[in-house]
């Protein structure tokens, strides 16, 4: 059984930086997507990064872009998610997801994770101005 275990969620002033990690366990295979996406309240999901572990090819949301980054262990299945100067708007719950396909790291992370089969329970970042 695939599961997703993420930290590193919390309080933090804006402008700071936060690192999540996201560890999958529960399967053999060594090319799988796995990436974040977040909800706030009164909001859609939405993708904020993704990796595939065949060849790192990434995708990020585009608020995203310049302030996060995404980067992964293979050998470890753990994914880690490095927010910089992170803003009142990225306030949300932060889930970690994983799924086999290899397009998923696009059409799954640009459409609020359609089709990512695995999902870990959220882990809630807060940004105070």
């Known amino acids: 059984e695939v599961q997703l275990q993420a930290s590193g969620g919390g309080l933090v002033q804006a402008g700071g930086s936060l690192r999540l990690s996201c560890a999958a366990s529960?399967?053999?295979?060594?090319?799988?997507?796995i990436g974040w996406f977040r909800q706030a309240p009164g909001k859609e999901r939405e993708g904020v990064s993704c990796i595939r572990s065949s060849d790192g090819s990434t995708y990020y949301g585009n608020s995203m872009k310049g302030r996060f980054t995404i980067s992964s262990v293979n050998a470890k299945k753990t994914a880690y998610l490095q927010m910089n100067s992170l803003k009142s708007e990225d306030t949300a719950v932060y889930y970690c997801?994983?799924?086999?396909?290899?397009?998923?790291?696009?059409?799954?992370?640009?459409?609020?994770?359609?089709?990512?089969?695995?999902w870990g329970k959220g882990t809630l970042v807060t940004v105070s101005s």
């Open positions: 529960g399967f053999t295979a060594d090319n799988y997507v």
């Open positions: 997801a994983l799924d086999f396909v290899r397009s998923r790291v696009y059409d799954g992370c640009s459409r609020g994770g359609y089709g990512m089969g695995y």
